[in-house]
């Protein structure tokens, strides 16, 4: 049994457009000691994304690849692009005392949550589905076939939601934010049963 | 299943000197939303203390009665004296959407924990046990016999911390109120299980 500050690991996840990026990059700010650990993901970057803050942008042999060395702690589909953890870079946070964020889908989630029962799953909801979609023109017109895909995909992602241990609902970044470090900083004053190591 | 908002309940515990009336009165302040129910109890009134404020001070006989009329959530006798909480009044809060905190010592901790089990219980843990001991001579001069008494019950008291859902430190009061705020606002968005309807 080691007493060494090991950091806890949460999960992020909430649907399509409900601004998680925003609410993540609010909490890193106010609060510096957190690590962000950037996933990997196949998807073409969007125009207002940095390569290695939002996503590590790969093409598809790299990812296959980081699979078959068992590099990423779960990994998923979305959209018909490949999005996934990698384990060594949250493992190596952790153990040098950092809390560790990931932004991770519900399919990767449900993975990270056999993986890693020690985690805590945060998932981040829209005041409302009306909302959810008003957000998503406002990012930019979509013809209505894709906007119809997205409230499909959106619905899915949300009848997720009651398998996270907290729900925050994004009706402001600022706030959701600060929900988010009162939830941090409740953790690590919950008292838990030491975790099996890891093997 | 009412959609009312019914507001959380909130035990904390702690050995005595660890300063408990005075995290509480931090967080009071800071949170006006949250009710405080006062206890119960047949201990004298100290100096700096305010009756309906601090506890309700009542003779044994009034306190038998209220065991007697139901109108108890749990009661203990500590150091002689009787100490209990007024279920009625905790319900009421609750009721009206008020989150609740109890302040109650370990053993009155174990009933609400039976009677309540939606109940969330937090520990404050002094810095060490020998800060503990000096802030307790600091409260004014102890025969030794009594300081050794105190310290015997503090030991048994800080036993029961790993039954706790949540541990706080109190190195400084300030800082364990907003911890405990913390824990709050986390809970609030903790997902949950409907609770059983008290009976």
Known sequence: ???????????????????KDTVIEKLLQANPNLHYSVSF???????????GKHYTFVDEERFRNLIARGELLEHATVNGYLYGTSRTRVEKAQKQGQDVILKIDVQGA????KKRPDAIFIFIQ?????????????????????????????????????????????????????????????EKRRRRVQPEPTP
Chains 1, 2 share one sequence.
């Open 1 to 19: 049994m080691s007493q060494e500050p090991t950091g806890l690991l949460f999960v992020i996840s909430g649907p399509g457009g409900v601004g």
């Open 41 to 51: 993901t196949t998807r073409p970057k969007r125009d207002y994304e940095v390569d």
């Open 110 to 113: 449900e993975t990270v949550r």
């Open 126 to 186: 829209p005041p409302s589905m009306e909302e959810l979609m008003k957000r998503r023109r406002k990012r930019g017109a979509e013809p209505p076939e894709v906007m119809r895909e997205r409230q499909k995909l959106a619905e899915r992602e949300m009848s997720f939601a009651s398998f996270y241990d907290y729900v925050v609902v994004n009706e402001n970044a600022d706030q959701a934010a600060r929900d988010i470090a009162a939830i941090i900083e409740a």
